[in-house]
């Protein structure tokens, strides 16, 4: 995932210093092995020639490099993982007191409303939009858990069992449509162009997945009146669909990371502060399963943000061996 | 609209969570305050310079400003305005650090509606008892200490410093009951309102902190005395 691309200054200067040790050592190693051969040659002759043959062999001087090597190698490894886990710990206490504030947010509405109910004398009118509001932080509970399930099972890699044929651009619309009617987007505000005009193979409800993300995010991110704007395209293999929103955008630096697990965004001017850092996350391990790929595209801050997904065009010839492909994955 | 025209105590409600910002909205226009709402840190600056509260329920996480950053732009300009931090983070240093920044109370969401009101209930009361002490004695001098009781500013002797809403309310209640002995128990149902979260503990810790003010030796205290097993006397 994102193994390379923290800072880690401190950590690099000192992993460098101890590589320059050990480097250090490796030349003194070389430099004494090969001045005591001089020495042998040009002593050990003169005094017995015999003594040639037990000049220091080649197999302890070589043995040393192989060590110091894979001294080096190995500090490689513990500087790496350790920097890993250094990033990863501090991503997950932010990811827990998310996930808190994002449990907490809906029970709270909820248990509010039920107490409300419970106490006071609520009109009928009003009573329905509460029921309303519950249903939708109850919706907000349950998709949160469901995210959070399926990074575990991504964690275990399990695959999707519900792989089905869909028309690409028929379905895929209707499923953007569903997820806006979730997050309460005025249908009008997405424009659909294009034609992709086949076939794909997907699991519709982790794609379903993948847009309600997308969605949601559109919302969360923008400030003007939201427009969102799919079009789909055709390519020898691949379909593409962009979707692309008039939202705040996603500042340059910003835009390598959005994928990584846990990752959130902090800045001043976001106008939304709610999140767990794990959507996009799942996003893109939805359609790496799909063997399909999705990148994000911004111009920069208030520009708004453009995700292209490519998914492969489902062939019927290819069939078989995918279903074969289904069949052993189980 | 008019808000003088009405008494009604009127509420600033800082939310960003709709739903939830709704129900309460809901709640506390039932309870007879007078509601607005802000749904994110700006707005909430916003509505605070342009209207009188009475007083404000701050969620912590918010877009733009957190919770932490109004309530210290709150406290700068209205020392006295009683501010209810409501949010979903438990931690203990949120907490010390909302509480010193100058909330006045603290609730952790998920929360229950009675208790909720029930503080802000006490809170409005603890404002009016306070507003109405201060009104006949602002400024209160002893030793050579001079306490202004109106923007909490304090001078002793040369040195001057600025007292949060609680301590300025324990010493005020002190100084009001002079010479008598006043219990933690009293302390914490006059001053806190009964708040079962905060323990006696909280406010030793307060005292030590009056004493760190106003004492030339606040090892060896001279106006505000403890009284073995009772409670807390002011002197002079």
Not at chain 1, 61 to 86: A, D, K, P
Not at chain 1, 229 to 258: C, L, Q, W, Y
Not at chain 2, 216 to 233: E, F, L
Request: charged share 30%; proline share 3%.
């Amino acid at each position: 995932m994102n193994r390379r691309r923290h800072s880690f200054a401190y950590n690099l200067v000192i992993f460098v210093l101890a590589q320059l040790v050990w480097l250090a050592v490796l030349l003194l190693w070389i430099y004494w092995y090969v001045s005591n051969n001089i020495i042998f040659e040009q002593v050990g002759e003169k005094v017995a020639p015999q003594i040639v043959y037990d000049a220091p062999s080649v197999f302890p001087f070589v043995g040393g490099i192989v060590l110091l090597t894979g001294l080096s190698i190995s500090l490689v490894l513990i500087f790496r993982h350790l920097n890993i886990q250094i990033k990863l710990n501090a991503l997950y206490d932010n990811f827990i007191a998310n996930v808190t504030h994002e449990l907490k947010s809906p029970l709270s509405s909820i248990q509010l409303y039920l107490e409300t109910l419970n106490s006071r004398d609520v009109t009928e009118e009003k009573k329905k939009e509460f029921y309303g509001l519950m249903m939708r932080d109850a919706e907000r509970l349950k998709n949160l858990v469901n995210s959070i399930l399926e990074i575990a099972s991504m964690d275990k890699k399990k695959n999707y069992k519900d792989f089905e044929v869909y028309k690409a651009d028929e379905t895929i619309k209707k499923i953007i449509l569903e997820s806006a009617e979730q997050f309460l987007v005025n249908k009008d505000s997405i424009k659909f162009s294009g034609d992709a005009g086949c076939d794909i193979l997907l699991d519709r409800n982790s794609i379903k997945t993948v847009f309600d993300n997308l969605v949601d995010n559109s919302t969360k991110y923008s400030i003007s009146p939201l427009e969102i704007k799919v079009s789909f395209k055709r390519n020898t293999k691949k379909m593409e669909i962009e979707f692309a929103d008039n939202g705040i955008g996603i500042p340059h630096d910003e835009i390598k990371k959005i994928f990584q697990k846990f990752h959130r965004i902090y800045e001043k001017d976001i106008p939304n502060v709610k999140g767990t850092g794990l959507g996009l996350f799942v996003v893109k391990e939805i359609v790496k399963n799909h063997k399909g790929k999705i990148t994000a595209f911004s111009e920069g801050k208030r520009k708004g943000t453009k995700f292209k997904i490519e998914l492969p065009i489902y062939l019927e010839k290819k069939k078989s061996t995918k279903e074969n492909k289904k069949d052993i994955e189980k | 609209m008019s808000e003088e025209k009405d008494n009604q105590t009127k509420i600033l409600l800082v939310e960003d969570e709709e739903n939830l910002a709704h129900g309460l909205e809901y709640n506390l226009s039932e309870e007879g305050y007078k509601v607005r709402v802000a749904k994110d840190g700006r707005e909430a600056l916003k509505f605070f310079d342009e209207n009188g509260f009475d007083l404000i329920v701050l969620d912590i996480m918010l877009p733009y400003y957190n919770g932490f950053e109004i309530a210290k732009h709150i406290r700068e300009k209205h020392p006295q305005m009683p501010i209810l931090m409501l949010t979903a983070r438990t931690q203990i240093e949120d907490r010390v650090k909302g509480l010193e920044l100058g909330a006045d109370d603290y609730l952790t969401k998920p929360f229950h509606l009675k208790e909720l009101l029930l503080r802000i209930k006490g809170m409005l009361k603890r404002k009016n008892w306070y507003q109405k002490v201060v009104i006949e004695h602002p400024i209160y001098k002893f030793g050579n200490n001079v306490v202004n009781f109106e923007n909490f500013k304090c001078t002793k002797g040369k040195k001057k410093f600025q007292l949060t809403s609680y301590e300025a309310m324990i010493m005020k209640y002190l100084i009001e009951n002079r010479n008598k002995v006043v219990t933690r128990k009293e302390l914490l149902e006059n001053v806190w309102n009964m708040n079962p979260e905060i323990e006696t503990r909280t406010i030793d810790n307060f005292i030590v902190r009056l004493r760190k003010h106003f004492e030339d030796d606040s090892s060896n205290p001279k106006y505000i005395v403890s009284v073995r097993s009772a409670g807390y006397m002011f002197t002079e």
